[in-house]
Antibody
Framework: QVQLVQSGAEVKEPGASVKVSCKAS????????MHWVRQAPGQSLEWMGM????????KYSQNFQGRVTLTRDTSTNTGYMELYSLTSEDTAVYYC????????????WGQGTVVTVSS | EVVMTQSPATLSVSPGERATLSCWAS??????LAWYQQKRGQPPRLLLY???ARATGIPARFGGSGSGTEFTLTISSLQSEDSAVYYC??????????FGGGTKVEIK
């Protein structure tokens, strides 16, 4: 069955970077694109970007342009999200999610990774 | 950017009654709208896509309608397990993909 398992919680100081992993099972990252969405405490959902299944090309929200990098390792079927120059406003739960049909909604989600930015 | 607005912010409904949630888009998104349910401490769960198509395993009491800029999620007979926050998301004009602010459904 399809599963997305993310890496554990992180605590970072302002100015640092964080890299979150998302291991997919039950399907291939070369077939279904992976998106990343974050949710600040008590807030709605915010789309960060995606990595296309076929090409590995990426597309980012302008809100994160230049501050986030999405990559993948097809040999381990794992996606990665790295966010740089962290501030307290980046404190959030970060989710990876699968796009079922290249239509950009999400049928499976990871369990979420809590990233706390604090000095 | 397409701005998604949801109403009401909180909805209190008795078990067995109908719950109606609204979502508006700042410009037409056709039928490219999804609805998610999120319970506390859990990731979102896909309920509907294409404005009205139920995702796998979603009970028939969840229904969606609308197109263009106005959409509705209806829970025909509310169950206790339906207590959650519900989000709409457009995937017609992107990037960025955008979500509404959410409607919290409480059981009376």
């Amino acid at each position: 069955q399809v599963q997305l398992v993310q890496s554990g919680a992180e605590v970072k100081e302002p100015g640092a970077s964080v890299k979150v992993s998302c291991k997919a099972s039950g399907y291939s990252l070369t077939i279904h694109s992976m998106h990343w969405v974050r949710q600040a405490p008590g807030q709605s959902l915010e789309w960060m970007g995606m990595i296309y299944a076929d090409s590995g090309d990426t597309k980012y929200s302008q809100n994160f342009q230049g501050r986030v990098t999405l990559t993948r390792d097809t040999s381990t079927n794992t996606g990665y999200m790295e966010l740089y120059s962290l501030t307290s406003e980046d404190t959030a739960v970060y989710y990876c999610a699968r796009d079922p049909t290249r239509t950009a909604y999400f049928d499976y989600w990871g369990q979420g990774t809590v990233v706390t930015v604090s000095s | 950017e397409v701005v998604m607005t949801q109403s009401p912010a909180t909805l209190s409904v008795s078990p067995g009654e109908r719950a109606t949630l609204s979502c508006w888009a700042s410009q037409s998104v056709g039928s490219n709208l999804a609805w998610y349910q999120q319970k506390r401490g859990q990731p979102p769960r896909l309920l509907l896509y294409g404005a009205s198509a139920r995702a796998t395993g979603i009970p028939a009491r969840f229904g969606g309608s609308g197109s263009g800029t106005e959409f509705t999620l209806t829970i025909s007979s509310l169950q206790s397990e339906d207590s959650a926050v519900y989000y709409c998301q457009q995937y017609n004009n992107w990037p960025p993909l955008t979500f509404g602010g959410g409607t919290k459904v409480e059981i009376k």
